[in-house]
T-cell receptor, first 111, second 109 residues
Framework: DTAVSQTPKYLVTQMGNDKSIKCEQN?????MYWYKQDSKKFLKIMFS???????INETVPNRFSPKSPDKAHLNLHINSLELGDSAVYFC??????????FGDGTRLSIL | RKEVEQDPGPFNVPEGATVAFNCTYS??????FFWYRQDCRKEPKLLMS???SGNEDGRFTAQLNRASQYISLLIRDSKLSDSATYLC??????????FGTGTRLTIIP
């Protein structure tokens, strides 16, 4: 059973489109995260939710809107996609003060 | 100064050798520390937590020096399968893990 699963694995779309990435964890963790890893391989946190409440928002453009319907799910919706949004997006989850477990990433390419 | 700083490498090391990475962090109030490993086109995976007294897991040894604000990872008897990027990760106490840029390691047969 996959602990943190995100879909889709690959997403190729045109500039200006709106797209969503979904994430689910079955580890019973309270906290979930979205990270962006760009072409230089730097992994940067975007958002964190704890029990459906937003706790970290790292000055991400408001074209990015996370939604957590319950503590096992954290989805990411992106409006008006731009070329600079091309990256790998990782979802992760953790228990309190515990290391994070990552999904296997969504590779987003903007044409 | 970056919050978490690592030498990006690459480190090219012959099989069987010992290799060590260091990582420095900026916040003396940091609470927990980890080493993650990331293979090419894969997700980061936890390699080991780093404890104040130092800890060992097989061929891997992690050390923490709070006074100098650095952590280290030592890999003994390196294998080809150790080739990966090693990420130093620090929890500054707000449920947010801050990742270093990673150190790329290639083990050469």
């Amino acid at each position: 059973d996959t602990a943190v699963s995100q879909t889709p694995k690959y997403l190729v779309t045109q500039m200006g489109n709106d797209k969503s990435i979904k994430c689910e964890q079955n580890l019973g963790h309270d906290t979930m995260y979205w990270y962006k890893q760009d072409s230089k391989k730097f992994l940067k946190i975007m958002f964190s939710y704890n029990n459906k409440e937003l706790i970290i928002n790292e000055t991400v453009p408001n074209r990015f809107s996370p939604k957590s319907p319950d503590k096992a799910h954290l989805n990411l919706h992106i409006n008006s996609l731009e070329l600079g949004d091309s990256a790998v997006y990782f979802c992760a989850s953790s228990g309190s003060n515990q290391p994070q477990h990552f999904g296997d990433g969504t590779r987003l390419s903007i044409l | 100064r970056k919050e978490v700083e690592q030498d990006p490498g690459p480190f090219n090391v012959p099989e069987g050798a010992t290799v060590a990475f260091n990582c420095t962090y900026s916040n003396s109030a940091s609470q927990s520390f980890f080493w993650y490993r990331q293979d090419c086109r894969k997700e980061p995976k936890l390699l080991m937590s780093v404890y104040s007294s130092g800890n060992e897991d097989g061929r891997f040894t992690a050390q923490l020096n709070r006074a100098s604000q650095y952590i280290s990872l030592l890999i003994r008897d390196s294998k080809l399968s150790d080739s990966a990027t090693y990420l130093c990760v620090v929890n500054f106490g707000n449920e947010k893990l801050t990742f270093g840029t990673g150190t790329r390691l290639t083990i050469i047969p």
